[in-house]
């Protein structure tokens, strides 16, 4: 008896089926998480997401699709799958077939690949119903490849179950047994237990049709480990019973066959497959128990449910039950077999058939034989087939594969070659503006060496000048008013006087700075010195860190204010003048102010304040001179610092 081929075992088949076939869809989020408005693509495909009723699933479908505006929207691949498959659980799978072409084409368009792949499992469900089953495996292969190339391994997973479902129905064992291990090395333990255990129970029933029951039981143990429902529990617990009964070990496989018979099953359909292989061991173990009742009980709930496989089983165990008590009875439950297996598998009809001949005679018996023997060879031409089949699609995959990544070396080095010219000419522009960035860096260094070095000869000529002043003409002028004091008049020696003291003062103005640590005490005492009968109110000198500040720019600022000073107490007539100093960031602010009388544009342009425009101007400073006649004198300077 080919166990495989049994019902028991076709049943078990559909577990995957049962725990995972029917895939639903992978919801879509909108891509701007935002509540979707009435009417669009995207409201119809979550609503119809969010209801479990079929037929309103499919209407919404519908209606998304009619709201599709452009079949670049992402909205309407998600859509088609949603319709294909609510047309695929309503069982219509022919009006599916034009809407999987459909969704195929628009994921080739929008380059889709998880939904390219769901594309061609739709049609691997069509191809089962049709019974195509190399149509089936092709597609269901293309889906797993797809899924594998995205790294989608829940999926990947999912189609090497199909593919190995359809192999060992097709009777390629190792093929299947492959396909179910492929299967298990993308699976979560925590996360699939229902599938890791489903792969274990393939892999047995495989090893078990083949003859191995020894490591058909340790898969079926290794699936029994992983189960996470009841119903799994026994299926695999009745394998272990089935496969201890092809050893002959019947106390072993009875004694778990009375536990399952016993236990409280939620199904008709496993309830009456256990109560049936108990009967059929229990009189293999000895032939001369009466299990007449046992087999009856369970043909009686078969035949209440329909259950076509279950009938097959049930009349080949009798026939077998008696063939030695009862040969009348044996040829009647023989062509029931058949009849049963006729509308089921090949498989099956042909042990129906081998059973018919060793109880007929005749030509009834040949017209058995004649069947048998066609059915037979069809069967192995089919299995082999069925092997280099397989083979050929992992062949051109691996060709396939090759080629691609031939290809992608090729690719690889081109890309590689228009780097390496890439890198060459990032490497030249680097070095343009590398060239560009240091000869400005150095200009501008230059330029501010420039400054500075303008700035101090200036300070420079101005020191000598006022050393000159000093040494050479007031001292000549003080000489000159010595030898005049008993000859000349008081007039003239008055005139001779201030013109003295004008000297010292314009050597006083120009003398050396202290730009040290000293430099705020004698900034302080040159603007107190020049004020005047004017008073003087300083703020902030001494929050500033001019220790920060270079040499030049504290000469220009102490220039500066030397010069407005001397402007204000020879023209303002100011009795207050006010400075304050701040730090801004990278600028430091100095307001100059005065009540003074002010002065009109003439004297706003005259050469002592387009000096101090041109002093700020030298330190890459900013200057705004506010003034008007009878309202004192106004000016911010803001340096860099």
């Known amino acids: 008896m080919n166990f495989l081929r049994h019902p028991i075992f076709l049943v078990l088949s559909l577990l995957f089926f049962v725990t995972g076939g029917c895939e639903e869809q992978i919801e879509v989020q909108d891509p701007e998480n935002a509540p979707l408005e009435p009417g669009t693509a995207g409201y119809y495909y979550e609503q119809g997401i969010n209801t479990s009723d079929l037929e309103e699933k499919l209407r919404l479908y519908n209606a998304g699709l009619d709201a599709v505006k452009s079949k670049k929207d992402t909205n309407f691949v998600a859509l088609l799958e949603g319709k294909v498959y609510a047309l695929q659980a309503m069982g219509d799978y022919e009006r599916s077939e034009k809407w999987i072409k459909e969704l195929i084409k628009a994921a080739e368009f929008q380059k889709d690949t998880y939904f390219l792949a769901m594309g061609y499992y739709r049609n691997y469900r069509v191809d089962l119903k049709r019974n195509d089953l190399e149509q089936a495996f092709k597609n269901a292969f293309i889906a797993r490849q797809l899924n594998l190339s995205m790294g989608d391994t829940a999926p990947a997973a999912r189609r090497s179950f199909d593919l190995a479902h359809v192999q060992i129905d097709m009777g390629d064992y190792p093929g299947s047994q492959e396909s179910a291990a492929e299967a298990l090395q993308y699976l979560n333990p925590r996360k699939d237990s229902i599938f890791i255990s489903a792969a274990h129970n393939l892999i047995g029933l495989a090893y078990m049709d083949q003859g191995f029951n020894e490591d058909a039981i340790k898969e079926f143990r290794n699936a029994l480990s992983f189960a996470a429902r009841k119903r799994d529990s026994l299926t695999f617990l009745h394998n272990i019973a ?8 019947y106390d072993d496989a009875i004694e778990i066959l009375e536990e399952l018979a016993s236990s409280k099953i939620p199904d008709t359909a496993s309830k009456s497959r256990f109560i049936d292989n108990l009967a059929y061991t229990r009189w293999l173990r000895d032939s001369t128990e009466r299990v007449d009742s046992l087999f009856f009980q369970a043909l009686a709930m078969r035949e209440q449910i329909k259950d076509t496989l279950g009938l097959n089983t049930n009349y080949s165990h009798l026939t077998h039950y008696f063939e030695n008590k009862n040969k009348d009875q044996a040829l009647k439950y023989a062509r029931a077999s058949l009849e049963m297996a006729e509308a089921t598998s090949v498989v099956s009809e042909v042990s129906a058939l081998k059973k018919l001949i060793s109880l007929t005679k005749g030509k009834e018996r040949e017209n058995y034989v004649e ?47 228009a780097q390496k010219l890439e890198n060459r000419n990032l490497l030249s522009s680097f070095l343009a503006i590398f060239i560009a960035l240091s000869a400005a860096i150095l200009f501008y260094f230059l330029k501010q060496r420039s400054k500075r070095e303008r700035i101090k000869g200036i300070y420079l000529t101005e020191r000598r000048i006022s050393k000159r002043i000093h040494d050479e003409l007031a001292n000549d002028m003080y000489d000159l008013m010595s030898s005049m004091e008993q000859e000349a008049s008081r007039e003239t020696k008055d ?26 005490d004698s900034l302080v005492a040159i603007i107190s010195s020049l004020a005047g009968k004017a008073r003087i109110i300083l703020k902030g000198e001494r929050s500033v860190n001019w220790q920060r500040l270079e040499e030049e720019k504290k000469i220009v600022i102490y220039r500066v204010l030397q010069e407005l000073m001397v402007n204000m107490k020879k023209h303002s007539d100011a009795q207050f003048v006010a400075i304050s ?39 890459d400073g900013k200057i705004e001179i506010g003034s008007e006649k009878g309202k004192g004198f106004k000016v911010n300077m803001r340096i860099p610092v």
């Open 371 to 417: 069947r048998y023997m066609f059915l037979h060879d069809s069967i192995d031409e089919a299995n082999l087939k069925a092997k280099n089949y397989f083979a050929k699609i992992r062949l051109d995959e691996k060709k396939k594969q090759q080629e691609i990544n031939t290809l992608e070396e090729i690719n690889y080095k081109q890309a590689l070659e």
């Open 242 to 249: 089935i496969a201890y009964k092809n050893q002959e070990k």
């Open 581 to 619: 100093f701040s730090t801004e960031g990278k600028w430091l602010n100095i307001d100059y102010k005065d009540n003074g009388k002010g002065c009109d544009g003439s004297l706003k342009n005259g050469n002592g304040l387009i000096n101090v425009r041109n002093r700020i101007s030298s330190v």
């Open 495 to 520: 005139k001779l006087a201030r013109i003295y003291y004008r000297t010292r003062d314009i050597s006083r103005e120009n003398s050396s700075i202290d730009t040290g640590a000293e430099y705020i």
